[in-house]
């Protein structure tokens, strides 16, 4: 059973930094893309990052250039660091991996760790 275990969110000021970690355990985790995504209140769940199993990148316009996601294979971890936090990246940010089962992918995904921009 595929687990994912999300760390590092709280409380931080608008300008601020943070990095979100993922452990993944009970999969292959160098041969799947993870990713991170958010979810805010009364919105729907949305691509944050995304980074391949050979580490290809894809990020959100919303935090294109100040947000890093970057992989350890050895760790089993994913990381997601943001910069210059706004107000607007307050939300629940979730782990996602994406599994090859078969012919087909399955995603599995973490609880979750709340971010919270505030001053």
């Known amino acids: 059973q595929v687990q994912l275990v999300e760390s590092g969110g709280g409380l931080v000021q608008p300008g601020g930094s943070l990095r979100l970690s993922c452990a993944a355990s009970?999969?292959?985790?160098?041969?799947?893309?993870m990713g991170w995504y958010r979810q805010a209140p009364g919105k729907e769940r949305e691509l944050v990052a995304r980074i391949s199993s050979v580490g290809t990148t894809l990020y959100a316009r919303s935090v294109r250039g100040r947000s890093t996601i970057a992989r350890d294979n050895a760790e089993n971890t994913v990381y997601l660091e943001m910069n210059s936090l706004k107000f607007e990246d307050t939300a629940v940010y979730h782990c996602?991996?994406?599994?090859?089962?078969?012919?087909?992918?399955?995603?599995?995904w973490g609880q979750g760790t709340q971010v919270t921009v505030s001053s």
């Open positions: 009970g999969t292959i985790f160098s041969a799947n893309a």
């Open positions: 996602n991996a994406e599994v090859r089962e078969g012919f087909g992918i399955r995603q599995f």
